[in-house]
């Protein structure tokens, strides 16, 4: 255990949890960025960092082996097959020995500058810091777009809201990961699990770089692992998505009486013909497919319950270099 030698204290241990599929073109470069980080920090705190391998099949196994025999601070979890980065990020937070855990990407978009800013709050006493992005013009007009939507929406409609453009680059101290490691179920979306453990107590401005992966033109995230990832948001968002929707069909069902009664009333009180077919058929067919839409969300919703009542573990794992 390191020592702070004007205190003579102990140092707390900060320990960075990176998830990693099929990352060996990355991993050398991350690492090499976390050693020179960990020299020039080191009389701030001691770092650990704990790597979980969500199902690699290319050279990641062997690079982690690597670096695990040469450094006494790495530590490796193995997942048995992809589970996908929210169970790898669970499983790192609530495995974690750290007194603290910041979680990170291994391409290098979340800078190591910021964690400084994160342990200085946190030394002043903040159990949840997190790194929130002030600059995304370097991502696509739709990309922007749908991230406000998505924050504005769930933010709308979810019983705990989450900051916006703040993503997992974050630290939390202890006595949050204790209470995240209470939260069993299966189905998980970490911003929204992070929000429910504790309040945010202080943000750090930082813009994201593009990353290793990025500059090679290949996409950190597909559209489809984004579009589950919303889908696991809105369906965990609680029970205030329920009331909103149903005071969302109270307002649509309004609407279409009143036209309706507005069609009878032009022909009983002054003749007007019935006209409009088009009109008619446009009203019926939105109604329609907003009911379709809504049922196509209960089922969504039936088959989260299903997942969570089979009480399946998130992950199961292939070996483990730390105590279970």
């Known amino acids: 255990m390191k020592y702070n030698l004007d205190m003579e204290v102990p140092m707390k241990v900060v320990e960075l949890v990176v998830p990693v599929h099929n990352e060996a ?15 020039q920090n080191s009389s701030q705190s001691s770092f650990k960092i704990l790597f979980i391998d969500d199902g690699s099949t290319d050279e990641t196994p062997i690079i982690l082996e690597n670096f695990m025999t040469k450094h006494t601070f790495v530590k490796v979890l193995t997942f048995a097959r992809n589970y996908g980065k929210e169970a790898a990020l669970f499983a790192g937070i609530t495995k974690s020995t750290g007194d603290a855990v910041i979680p990170m990407d291994v391409d290098l978009q979340d800078p190591f500058e910021v ?7 946190w030394n002043s006493g903040s159990k949840m810091v997190v790194g929130k992005r002030v600059d995304r013009s370097d991502e696509s007009i739709l990309k922007r777009w749908t991230a406000q939507i998505f924050y504005s929406s769930y933010n709308k409609f979810a019983d705990v809201s989450i900051p916006a453009n703040v993503g997992d680059f974050r630290l939390l101290d202890k006595e949050i990961i204790e209470r995240v490691s209470k939260i069993n179920e299966h189905n998980k979306f970490m911003k929204g699990i992070y929000a429910y453990a504790g309040k945010v107590d202080a943000e750090i401005p930082y813009i994201r770089s593009k990353g290793i992966r990025t500059q090679d033109n290949k996409p950190t995230q597909t559209f489809n692992k984004l579009l589950k990832l919303a889908e696991e948001a809105f369906s ?21 009486l009143l036209y309706t009664a507005f069609i009878f009333y032009q022909k009983i009180k002054n003749d007007v013909p019935f006209q409009g077919f088009a009109s008619i058929t446009m ?32 992950y199961f794992l292939k070996n483990t270099t730390i105590p279970e």
């Open 25 to 39: 073109s990355s991993l050398e470069v991350f690492f090499k960025a976390f050693l020179n980080f960990m020299d």
């Open 236 to 256: 965990g968002a609680g029970t205030r998505f329920f009331r909103n929707v149903f005071y969302i069909t109270l307002i649509l069902d309004l609407f279409l």
């Open 283 to 314: 009203l019926i067919a939105l109604a329609s497919s907003i009911q379709i839409t809504l049922i196509s969300f209960i089922g969504i919703i039936a088959s989260k319950i299903l997942s969570e009542a089979k009480q399946r573990p998130s």
């Open 115 to 121: 964690i400084p800013k994160f342990i200085e709050h």
